[in-house]
Every structure is written in structure tokens, then in C-alpha cells.
């Protein structure tokens, strides 16, 4: 893996891979994303002479199909993401996480690319909603995407401290936060572990597999709650949610291990 375009690279995710793949000596590594104001964040950060910028939205093919020239792994972490979002705008969200898929894998094979990797969620599995609907539909584009293109899908829960996730929202909020349910339960994932996940794909994986940690723990809601000094009010678990989530069959959130009070705490620090 010599050269890697990163689509939503301006993300929280993309943040993190960009500094992963500095450091690991990659020779070219393009960030591809709609995001202008975060890209100029980040460069103000990464000045190396490796990166370069695209401005551009997956729904767009040709710009795929430019930017992907000469590139030899591309990592697909861009989507629409919000639950809320897609309720009220499915189509939207399937015109970027589902079409936008299917873009990047056709740009991927016309420019030569060797693999692409997919960044999918636990809500794929069994979805319940317009993005875990989606996010399933593109899992599936790339695991029977036919031609010389190798592809993978990675899935994991949400990476705690991501853009628009209960750990930065809560921190903004006040001393009181609202709970759909105390008892709620959701993988705990660092930004550095889903990093290390996604380039272990990209590297070693079989072409079409799924790959899925197996040893997340998980945490309730009421105990991030408890850890961030927070009260809170139980405003009840709407129909596009899940009580507990799983990556796959034996993989629930419930039933994996349970994180204390005191280890969140810990586990903030970093986040």
C-alpha cells in the first residue's frame, strides 16, 4: 500500500488515518472530501508535501475517477450519518451511501486501483433505520463487486469522541442531557484501535470479507452519563434505535463486556 485516497478524509476518522499513514511512510495520500472548512483545518495541521487536497462529494464519478488516478488503495469512509438525518431525508442518504458506493467502486476499476475498503457500522447489521439500511446496501455492492478491484468491508461500532456523538455533544451540554433509555447499551471503540483496524484491512484481508472485532467492550448509557458528571432525563427509545446494537451473529452490545463507571472515566481522558 504505497498510495491511499481517503474519501470523507476530512473527518474525524480520516484525521486519524492521515497521521497513521504519515507515520507508517506512505509515499501518497489524498483526502477527498465536500468538507472545504475542515479541509483547511487539517492543513493547517499536515503541511506534508505527501498530501493532496480534493474537493469533492461521492455522488460525483468524474471527480472520483481524476482523483483516484494513480492511487492503489482507496478506504471508503464517507456517508451520511446521523440517524435523524435519514428518517427525515432518505433519499439523500442513499444517494451518498449507496450510490456514492457504487461511484467509488465503478472510479475505483476505471483508474486501476487494486483495493478498496469499505468503512461500514453496526447498524448495518440488522438495520432498523434509512442509514443502517444503507450502509447495508453498500456493504453489499462492495462484497459482490465483480472485476479486478479487490474489495473488503470493515464493521465497527460508532469510535468514541466522533463528530456528532454522545461523548462531544454531552461534553457541550449542560449538567442535565437526555437518555432514550438508562439501560441502553453501545460498543466503546478508540479512534487509534479503529485505525489500526481499518489499515489491517487494507493490508492483509481477503478479498470481499467482512471483517468485525471481536473484543469490544460496551457501555451503558447511564454510566457515560455517571462518568461525565451528568444528570439525566429518560426521554424514551424512538423506533429508528436499538437498545443494544450488534456487528454480527453473538456480537451484541449486551453481551459484550461491561465497561465501569471507572473505566470510562479513564477512557475519557483520551477521548
Avoid at 95 to 103: D, F, K, P, V
Avoid at 157 to 176: D, F, K, Q, Y
Avoid at 185 to 197: I, K, Q
Avoid at 225 to 232: E, I, L, P, S, V
Wanted: proline share 4%; charged share 25%; aromatic share 8%.
Amino acid at each position: 500500500m504505497n498510495s491511499v485516497l481517503i474519501t470523507g478524509g476530512s473527518g474525524f476518522l480520516g484525521w486519524g488515518l492521515i497521521y497513521e499513514l504519515l507515520r507508517q511512510g506512505v509515499s501518497r495520500i489524498r483526502v477527498y472530501s465536500r468538507g472545504e472548512y475542515r479541509q483547511h483545518v487539517l492543513r493547517t495541521r499536515f503541511t506534508d508535501s505527501k498530501i493532496r487536497w480534493f474537493i469533492g462529494d461521492v455522488r460525483d464519478v468524474d471527480r472520483l475517477r481524476r482523483a483516484l488516478h494513480g492511487i492503489d488503495t482507496v478506504i471508503h469512509a464517507a456517508a451520511l450519518k446521523r440517524i435523524e438525518v435519514g428518517e427525515y431525508n432518505p433519499s439523500e442518504m442513499f444517494a451518498t451511501n449507496i450510490q456514492g458506493s457504487q461511484n467509488v467502486l465503478d472510479a475505483a476499476e476505471y483508474a486501476g486501483v487494486k483495493r478498496a475498503v469499505l468503512v461500514s457500522s453496526d447498524k448495518a447489521y440488522q438495520p432498523v433505520s434509512p442509514y443502517g439500511i444503507s450502509k447495508a446496501a453498500a456493504e453489499a455492492l462492495f462484497r459482490r463487486h465483480s472485476g479486478r478491484l479487490e474489495t473488503c468491508v470493515v464493521r465497527y461500532g460508532n469510535v468514541a469522541g466522533s463528530t456528532g456523538s454522545v461523548i462531544p455533544l454531552w461534553r457541550e451540554a449542560g449538567p442535565n442531557v437526555r437518555i432514550t433509555d438508562p439501560n441502553c447499551t453501545r460498543f466503546w471503540m478508540s479512534r487509534e484501535h479503529a485505525v489500526e483496524f481499518v489499515l489491517q484491512a487494507a493490508h492483509a484481508t481477503l478479498p470481499r470479507e467482512v471483517c468485525i472485532p471481536k473484543s469490544l467492550p460496551a457501555f451503558r448509557l447511564m454510566d457515560l452519563a455517571t462518568a461525565m458528571n451528568k444528570q439525566y432525563t429518560v426521554i424514551g427509545l424512538p423506533e429508528h434505535e436499538k437498545l443494544h446494537e450488534a456487528m454480527g451473529p453473538g456480537l451484541s452490545s449486551d453481551q459484550a463486556r461491561r465497561m465501569t463507571v471507572n473505566e470510562i472515566k479513564e477512557s475519557l481522558r483520551s477521548v
